[in-house]
């Protein structure tokens, strides 16, 4: 007997039918005899409806207001699907964050959960229930109401396996797994089979929108099992999992890309102390996140251009602010550019494989593609070029590396120097 | 500086427009420089569209997820009202039955509220805050989200009053006030400008709908004075209250009705002592409530006919029961009528006045209309009779005991004895 952790996006419980159709597959697994906690999305649409609902109101609404209304969504999901599993003949019982003791700081719209009491759920498990949780929410100290984030429900369900010492977390959802990259982009993209958390991490965090990286992170940080998987068709899914000696073989193992990046610029920065901290410093205070940052010489001695990535949707913000910040330390111009894409390639073999960065910049120079910036970790390597290029960019490097063939070593780079 | 309670139902926060023309009024008071706490119904016809949800899902939706998923309803109301409150400069924060600290028995669907915990609120209020709280909602000992019932928010706002010690709770809805009877019915109907709780109480169970009982009775056993009156229309309204010498001047304050009642006849019932009991000791475990209970002389020797009255939800159901108990307990036939109505004078000038009754009845006979039933409390008779007299009946009552003239003791009734 496995305690099992499901957790079924807004696709799966859209409408009443599906609803009833997810509460018949949890009932199908409790009939194994597993202990079931499933964690449940608001219907599809839902929440973009309420957040309309909220703008109709408000240009700006409140956030503590606006997690207060767009918790109702997961609410609403959890009461139905619990009133399904009692009419097949199974006790379940619904539990919103709050009841399911998730405590979380209180930023409202991306809270962290800081804490799980897991006393409620076991005690209900041990009576043999099915218990269903509100995904997406929990309660700060003060026991107001908080959202996670788009996509926290999955970090609800890791979050819950990882506390209740779960044997696995299964995640349902629209596509079948995890694919080496954007299926809709290139059509030889391949399921994997397995990826390891930090390669998920990494794709993650850098727009594969599968799985949430704060679940992945969960996931990692206690080792718990994460299956990726369809809710609607019943074929193998893709395991993110710890590394094991098949993963190495990969060394490339998917390509994401974003467009929802700006690039900024800052040109004939003084090159003395403390001149970043004078720019980051307050990009940092307004809450806006800088993804790569690159110093490079300008043309005047004793001065610097510094280049830096943000969101889409705080480029504007963040223009102002840097240009306020460009007159204060005499700095030159301001250029901005919310017309590019980063590409990335992700791989865990890449920590004992070299050459790969140059495998990589020679496909794109092949095609012309100009790299504006780069950033690399031990398993990833980011490009940012122009948004036109995506596509192609991406097309090229899943069949540079192969991506479309059988993970069992056919690719193999060559031992060029890094560069 | 005064405490004010205000409830505001759910034709009153319909639509956006009109949750931030409620924020407008508000606004106002708290300006005037009082303390406010506001409580907020779901949007009209969101209580409706849940429970049809409810009942795709499933035939007999589970109570407590049934509760779990109406009280979302009222939460998106508060979390709309203190967006927009906040976009007016004013400090607002929402608070779900549980947060606000409205504890209730764990009767889910018709919840009764047990205790409030007023800590919080009082702690926001001191602070500068409008408060608004979710209507109709609290949770149980076990912290699971229970509802009150239609209507409930009602006792939301009195009980909330009482434990707050407000100075007054005013109940803003889509009526003026409380009318000698149903202006749909009666053309001449008056508004009236005070009516005691106790009669509010009368009425209010007789189906006048106007206010929930349960909250009546909160307001009756704490002194909280309800102002019911427009939302939509700056015009008086009518204060419930305690009783006082202009009160008495009315004898009679209104004539009410309800259609929804079925009535229950078991004849020759064995007449010796517990046969009252074995047949509604079964009933009430069933949970049907019994209104009247009349007992006569069968024609035969030692057997008795009992009549009762039920609501009309309870009526199939309750005659079911009463067969079988029939059999048990050898008595005759069963009999019922379901289209019969339930017509009631109240007024607590009946206490010092006599004459009443006979004069209801002589009103009622001379428009040949025959009484089935009679049920009399010290401010109240109630009578029942063919559904078809219904409007007729209220009426004539109407027109017999002078309501829609002045109340400055115009009507006397005649010194005739009680019969």
Same mark, same amino acid.
């Given at each position: 007997?496995?305690?099992?952790?499901?957790?079924?996006?807004?696709?799966?419980?859209?409408?009443?039918?599906?609803?009833?159709?997810?509460?018949?597959?949890?009932?199908?697994?409790?009939?194994?005899?597993?202990?079931?906690?499933?964690?449940?999305?608001?219907?599809?649409?839902?929440?973009?409806?309420?957040?309309?609902?909220?703008?109709?109101?408000?240009?700006? #609404?409140? $956030?503590?207001?606006?997690?207060?209304?767009?918790?109702?969504?997961?609410?609403?999901?959890?009461?139905?699907?619990?009133?399904?599993? &009692?009419?097949? %003949?199974?006790?379940?019982?619904?539990?919103?964050?709050?009841?399911?003791?998730?405590?979380?700081?209180?930023?409202? @719209?991306?809270?962290?959960?800081?804490?799980?009491?897991?006393?409620?759920?076991?005690?209900?498990?041990?009576?043999?229930?099915?218990?269903?949780?509100? %995904?997406?929410?929990?309660?700060? $100290?003060?026991?107001?109401?908080?959202?996670? +984030?788009?996509?926290?429900?999955?970090?609800?369900?890791?979050?819950?396996?990882?506390?209740?010492?779960?044997?696995?977390?299964?995640?349902?959802?629209?596509?079948? +797994?995890?694919?080496?990259?954007? #299926?809709?982009?290139?059509?030889?993209?391949?399921?994997?089979?397995?990826?390891?958390? =930090?390669?998920?991490?990494?794709?993650?965090?850098?727009? /594969?929108?599968?799985?949430?990286?704060?679940?992945?992170?969960?996931?990692?940080?206690?080792?718990?099992?994460?299956?990726?998987?369809?809710?609607?068709?019943?074929? #193998?899914?893709?395991?993110?999992?710890?590394?094991?000696?098949? !993963?190495?073989?990969?060394?490339?193992?998917?390509?994401?890309?974003?467009?929802?990046?700006?690039?900024?610029?800052?040109?004939?920065?003084?090159?003395? $102390?403390?001149? /970043?901290?004078?720019?980051?410093?307050?990009?940092?205070?307004? +809450?806006?996140?800088?993804? !790569?940052?690159?110093?490079?010489?300008?043309?005047?001695? @004793?001065?610097?251009?510094?280049?830096?990535?943000?969101? &889409?949707?705080?480029? =504007?913000?963040? !223009?102002?602010?840097?240009?306020?910040?460009?007159?204060?330390?005499?700095?030159?111009?301001?250029? %901005?550019?919310?017309?590019?894409?980063?590409?990335?390639?992700?791989?865990? +073999?890449? &920590?004992?494989?070299?050459?790969?960065?140059?495998?990589?910049?020679?496909?794109?120079?092949?095609?012309?593609?100009?790299?504006?910036?780069?950033?690399?970790?031990?398993?990833?390597?980011?490009?940012?070029?122009?948004? &036109?290029?995506?596509?192609?960019?991406?097309?090229?490097?899943?069949?540079?590396? =192969?991506?479309?063939?059988? #993970?069992?070593?056919?690719?193999?780079?060559?031992?060029? $120097?890094?560069?």
């Amino acid at each position: 007997m496995s305690l099992i952790v499901q957790k079924y996006g807004g696709t799966s419980v859209a409408n009443v039918e599906r609803i009833k159709a997810v509460a018949r597959k949890v009932y199908q697994r409790k009939r194994e005899g597993h202990d079931i906690v499933v964690v449940l999305s608001a219907r599809a649409g839902e929440t973009d409806r309420l957040i309309s609902l909220a703008h109709e109101v408000s240009p700006n #609404p409140d $956030p503590r207001e606006l997690d207060m209304l767009l918790s109702t969504g997961e609410q609403v999901t959890i009461a139905l699907f619990c009133m399904a599993m &009692k009419d097949l %003949g199974q006790k379940a019982i619904s539990l919103t964050g709050y009841q399911a003791g998730i405590m979380t700081d209180d930023h409202y @719209g991306e809270a962290r959960i800081t804490s799980i009491n897991t006393a409620i759920i076991k005690e209900y498990l041990k009576d043999g229930y099915v218990v269903a949780v509100a %995904g997406f929410q929990g309660y700060d $100290p003060h026991h107001n109401i908080t959202t996670l +984030g788009r996509g926290g429900s999955d970090t609800t369900a890791v979050a819950l396996a990882a506390a209740l010492r779960a044997d696995i977390c299964e995640i349902y959802t629209d596509v079948e +797994g995890v694919f080496t990259t954007d #299926p809709n982009i290139c059509s030889n993209a391949r399921k994997l089979s397995k990826i390891s958390y =930090e390669e998920m991490l990494e794709m993650a965090s850098l727009g /594969a929108k599968v799985l949430h990286a704060r679940a992945v992170e969960f996931g990692m940080k206690f080792n718990i099992p994460i299956l990726v998987c369809s809710s609607f068709k019943d074929v #193998p899914g893709t395991l993110v999992t710890g590394e094991d000696q098949d !993963m190495e073989k990969y060394v490339v193992s998917g390509v994401t890309y974003t467009k929802n990046v700006g690039r900024i610029t800052v040109t004939d920065v003084p090159d003395v $102390p403390g001149m /970043a901290a004078r720019i980051f410093g307050p990009v940092g205070e307004a +809450g806006i996140n800088v993804d !790569m940052i690159i110093q490079g010489s300008s043309g005047i001695p @004793g001065k610097a251009n510094i280049s830096f990535t943000v969101s &889409k949707s705080n480029y =504007e913000k963040a !223009m102002e602010l840097v240009r306020e910040i460009a007159r204060d330390i005499g700095a030159g111009e301001v250029h %901005g550019n919310d017309r590019i894409a980063k590409v990335s390639i992700v791989g865990v +073999g890449m &920590k004992s494989h070299s050459g790969v960065a140059g495998k990589m910049f020679s496909a794109l120079a092949a095609e012309n593609i100009n790299i504006m910036m780069i950033s690399t970790s031990e398993i990833k390597i980011s490009v940012v070029i122009d948004e &036109k290029y995506t596509e192609l960019a991406v097309r090229v490097l899943h069949d540079t590396f =192969e991506l479309d063939k059988d #993970p069992n070593g056919v690719f193999r780079v060559k031992e060029e $120097p890094f560069e």
